[in-house]
């Protein structure tokens, strides 16, 4: 029985940790893949203290200072679902990656019973397993994904070096997106179903300097074409009259947003209407001892530096849940 079960490996996760490491609490860190949305950032300028950095050291600094504490991160866990017993305790079940299962209570549906097993159990929760990539849901995405489909331009923008790639999405990670293939791709096209970019201005201005980047706005992506391999996309656009064009690419990088990692969390949990866990200022949900932190949360900016703050912010009031407990 832990005091804290942490679910998640990114910023959110690493303050968290960071906070319970010191308040000499009886913790593990479960998480999928260490690092999250981090790990797949390009360029970071905003992070304090840093002027300029990349998703991929920031996070081997977050687990440099973790492990500086000694902190236990368990990886290539899959969290199912997370349970709160009878007696007010956390029963965690994992799809995959965690030990064998430990027997916690049985559970009655009212017409047959059966026992619950836990991977893990804790007196208290912090979920702050951040978001995945929206996915467009168009003819040809599924079935070239990683055949040329890729939702991360950190990890596989190399491989398109001197070819020609769509970059599809209207936000700051699209404009990160074709600013870094600017450098890499021959022909970089930026395809935005808006009439305009939802970004950053400093980033929207030097993309308008990348000679061979396209900008196509009113785009509505409706189809990724190919054989083996994507060799195509088609796209309709509105204005200024309606037409159905397409471009001849190697390459497609999806930038539309992101859905929050919820799923593991009971019915009983409130979520808006996205999916995203509802806390309060306190980062607790509407049942006790459960917190959650992060991009996984309805707070309304995402940013690595609030993440962190609500992650260490979960901590501390789950520290006073605690000491109520005793």
Not at 158 to 170: D, R
Request: charged letters at 20%; glycine letters at 10%.
């Amino acid at each position: 029985m832990f005091d804290l079960i942490i679910i998640g490996g990114s910023a959110a996760a690493t303050a968290a940790g960071i906070y319970a490491a010191r308040r000499n609490l009886n913790f593990k860190i479960i998480t999928k893949d260490f690092g999250g949305e981090i790990a797949t950032s390009g360029e970071i300028a905003n992070w304090p203290g840093i002027i300029k950095t990349d998703g991929i050291t920031l996070a081997k600094q977050f687990r440099e200072h973790l492990e500086s504490y000694k902190v236990q991160i368990e990886e290539g866990v899959e969290v199912d679902k997370i349970t709160k017993m009878s007696d007010g305790t956390y029963c965690i079940t994992a799809k995959s990656g965690a030990g064998p299962k430990m027997a916690a209570e049985k559970l009655s549906d009212g017409q047959k019973t059966a026992e619950l097993k836990c991977d893990y159990a804790a007196r208290v929760v912090i979920v702050a397993t951040g978001v995945r990539p929206r996915e467009l849901n168009v003819p040809g995405e599924k079935e070239f994904r990683n055949k040329g489909v890729s939702y991360c331009t950190v990890c596989d923008g190399p491989l398109f070096a001197g070819k020609a790639v769509a970059i599809v999405g209207g936000g700051n990670s699209a404009l990160e997106s074709a600013l870094m293939m600017a450098d890499i791709a021959q022909k970089v096209y930026v395809v935005n179903k808006n009439s305009q970019f939802n970004g950053d201005q400093i980033l929207i201005d030097n993309l308008k300097f990348k000679k061979n980047v396209e900008i196509i706005y009113n785009a509505d992506t409706t189809h990724i074409i190919g054989n083996e391999f994507v060799a195509g996309l088609k796209y309709t656009r509105t204005v200024p009259t309606e037409t159905s064009e397409e471009l001849k690419i190697d390459g497609i990088f999806v930038h539309i947003g992101m859905l929050p990692n919820s799923g593991m969390v009971s019915p009983e949990v409130a979520k808006n209407q996205t999916g995203e866990i509802i806390v309060d200022k306190n980062c607790q949900t509407n049942i006790p001892g459960l917190y959650a932190a992060g991009d996984v949360t309805d707070i309304p900016h995402k940013q690595i530096v609030i993440s962190a703050g609500q992650g260490s912010c979960a901590v501390l009031s789950a520290v006073n849940y605690l000491n109520k407990l005793k």
